[in-house]
């Protein structure tokens, strides 16, 4: 990708909100430090999500929050920056985190739906996630059905954001 980058704005009264499309080849750094900027730049409700590693307390986008899952009686928090612990439970946590990118997947862990990689539906009643920092993990069967209808919303967004 060179470092000028081509926008276009289309002003559509239908649209209420701002939707911003980004059309690439592939993804790379240089995609992702672009998404980074534009949700920097808009208003969030969602906070920073507080992680621990050692004796070190740092604030953690949820950008960079691949999954957060129970371990142990512990509260792990994995990112594209390493692992964390957290003193909050899982259920807090959850409320916490933007609902448009997280998904509960288990008892014991919510995954950022933007850092999967693929699903596999190979086995009867489960899908297993595999997602971008390589993590395996498998969704409960209670969890399988709002896993699918996330991926049916996901789809219909998609077909909404074609150009016609």
Same mark, same amino acid.
């Given at each position: 990708? @060179?470092?000028?980058?081509?926008?276009?704005?289309?002003? /559509?009264?239908? #649209? !209420?909100? !701002?939707?911003?499309?980004?059309?690439?080849?592939?993804?790379?750094?240089?995609?992702?430090?672009?998404?980074?900027?534009?949700?920097? #730049?808009?208003?969030?409700?969602?906070?920073? $999500?507080?992680?621990?590693?050692?004796?070190?307390?740092?604030?953690?986008?949820?950008? /960079?929050?691949?999954?957060?899952?129970?371990?142990?009686?512990?509260?792990? $928090?994995?990112?594209?920056? %390493?692992?964390?612990?957290?003193?909050?439970?899982? @259920?807090?946590?959850?409320?916490?985190?933007?609902?448009?990118?997280? $998904?509960?997947? @288990?008892?014991?862990?919510?995954?950022?739906?933007?850092?999967?990689?693929?699903?596999?539906?190979?086995?009867? %009643?489960?899908?297993? $996630?595999?997602? *971008? /920092? +390589? #993590?395996?993990?498998?969704?409960?069967?209670?969890?399988?059905?709002?896993?699918?209808?996330?991926?049916?919303?996901?789809? +219909?967004?998609?077909? *909404?954001?074609?150009?016609?």
């Amino acid at each position: 990708m @060179s470092k000028s980058v081509d926008i276009q704005v289309r002003i /559509d009264p239908a #649209c !209420p909100e !701002p939707v911003v499309v980004i059309h690439t080849a592939s993804k790379s750094q240089d995609v992702e430090n672009i998404v980074h900027a534009i949700e920097n #730049c808009m208003d969030s409700e969602y906070p920073l $999500i507080i992680g621990q590693r050692g004796a070190s307390v740092e604030l953690l986008s949820q950008r /960079d929050v691949v999954r957060v899952y129970s371990e142990a009686r512990h509260v792990r $928090i994995s990112t594209v920056n %390493g692992l964390y612990d957290s003193n909050k439970s899982l @259920s807090w946590l959850e409320m916490q985190l933007n609902p448009d990118r997280f $998904i509960r997947i @288990s008892r014991y862990e919510i995954v950022n739906i933007r850092k999967i990689a693929r699903f596999d539906f190979s086995m009867a %009643g489960t899908i297993q $996630i595999v997602l *971008d /920092d +390589g #993590c395996v993990t498998w969704a409960a069967r209670r969890y399988v059905r709002a896993i699918q209808q996330v991926l049916k919303n996901l789809e +219909g967004k998609k077909e *909404d954001d074609r150009d016609v």
